[in-house]
């Protein structure tokens, strides 16, 4: 939640001219508010009254907020709206240029760009004229010919730091991505005239209907199957972003014809287990997430990775494992519970699987360490330890699939793991 500061309302202001304003605020940093809910806000405010920032955050929040994943952008929201001593810091953040190397000094919390760009549509951004005789007839060149497209530079952008349009482009981009996989050989056999094995048993049918002559032989190869895709993603409080682009991308993954995969079983974890394979096979992106959002109640809350590990072992391991099953595991690995326990189940996992790929946001830092007793416990059991936090590294699991040696940063972070 945003910082509670002291709300000082002067006896004369325009309480509820302000909260239309918030209201539409909200509105374009893409909460569903309409003027149903804006009328409730004015009427709740006026039921139930405030003394202290938080009586009036939470009286707000019980009237727009709807959903666990706009929690976020109504805190930034009301905390720029509603007199924040660091508003101009932050107005002035989204006025200024761009400049590589000093807007990187400090990262924009979740949600805040949103906020800022909602607060600040219609506004002119241009920077006023400089007066004359104050440094007039310097000028700034700028070399842009090595500057990336704006599609490429989305393809490397963190999801955390996109605003809402760069996030409804990343979208679409995911939404055209798709993840083929190779066939595997099985052991069993299929009559093939090509074959390099020689079928025996079907010579020796053929024969007896020749009285016994064997006039050809009949050839088999090894049959081709394509294995299940199991996506296990953690919609905790720290992967809130990340687990909504992972599920976008996972939902094209799964209506895309022909992309090799026998089925795409999907599963949501944080503090509980949930099952969404069901509403991905819903060709609306829109109204599958709606229902997957839906189904699973736990968004944004903690993270029992291991207990819910222990409930995928147990109830649905031997239904969608079997046959080779590639395992997607999409988490930070930030557990709060027996770091024994998520060993003992990661394991298992492993055990269980073909090849288990671990997508951890966490990575997107140079200086990523596995020092967290969740991640410590995981590293050991996956095949492969990639990056997951932009479409670049989504891009790439296509690079994990299709190398069965490729294994990511595993050899660096266990290294690491070792050292320390």
């Known amino acids: 939640m945003a910082e509670q500061i002291p709300l000082d309302i002067p006896e004369d202001g325009k309480l509820t001219h302000n909260i239309v304003w918030f209201a539409r605020a909200l509105r374009k940093a893409g909460l569903p508010v309409g003027p149903g809910r804006t009328l409730d806000a004015i009427r709740a405010v006026e039921a139930a009254g405030f003394t202290e920032r938080a009586d009036f955050f939470w009286t707000l929040h019980a009237c727009f907020v709807s959903r666990p994943e706009h929690r976020a952008v109504f ?5 720029l709206y509603w007199r924040d001593p660091r508003y101009m810091e932050h107005m002035m953040a989204m006025m200024l240029p761009a400049i590589r190397g000093v807007q990187e000094d400090r990262g ?19 920077l006023p004229d400089q007066p004359e ?10 070399d842009a010919s090595q500057t990336a497209s704006g599609e490429e530079r989305l393809r490397t952008l963190d999801f955390e730091q996109m605003t809402t349009a760069e996030m409804a482009e990343a979208k679409r981009m995911l939404a055209r991505m798709t993840l083929p996989v190779n066939p595997i050989r099985s052991r069993r056999t299929v009559a093939d005239p090509r074959g390099t094995r020689a079928d025996w048993r079907a010579t020796m049918r053929a024969a007896l209907k020749n009285g016994g002559e064997v006039h050809d032989f009949a050839r088999k190869n090894r049959r081709l199957r394509w294995p299940n895709l199991v996506v296990l993603c953690d919609i905790s409080g720290s992967m809130s972003q990340y687990s909504r682009a992972a599920l976008h991308f996972l939902h094209a993954v799964s209506n895309h014809k022909g992309a090799g995969w026998a089925r795409v079983h999907a599963f949501t974890f944080g503090t509980r287990l949930t099952n969404i394979t069901r509403h991905l096979a819903t060709r609306d992106v829109d109204a599958a997430l709606a229902a997957a959002g839906a189904e699973a109640q736990d968004w944004e809350g903690g993270t029992r990775i291991g207990d819910c590990l222990h409930d995928f072992n147990r ?4 239904r969608v494992l079997g046959q080779g099953a ?28 073909r090849r288990v790929i671990w997508l951890n946001p966490l990575l997107r830092w140079e200086g990523f360490a ?22 670049a590294s989504l891009q790439g699991l296509a690079t994990a699939l299709a190398d069965s040696r490729d294994a990511g940063e595993k050899t660096r972070a266990i290294s690491l793991l070792s050292a320390g």
């Open 75 to 79: 805190a930034q929201v009301f905390r």
């Open 108 to 126: 924009a919390k979740a949600a805040e760009r949103r906020a800022a760009e909602a607060l600040l549509d219609g506004v002119d951004r241009d």
């Open 133 to 142: 005789g104050e440094g007039g007839d310097d000028e700034i060149r700028i």
């Open 315 to 318: 109830d649905w391991g031997r």
């Open 326 to 353: 590639v395992v997607l595991v999409i988490t930070d690995g930030l557990e709060r519970g027996d770091p024994d326990r998520l060993s003992r189940e990661m394991e298992r996992l492993h055990l269980s699987a």
């Open 370 to 391: 596995p020092r967290a007793q969740g991640i410590r416990a995981m590293l050991p059991h996956v095949d492969s330890f990639r990056a997951g936090h932009n479409i």
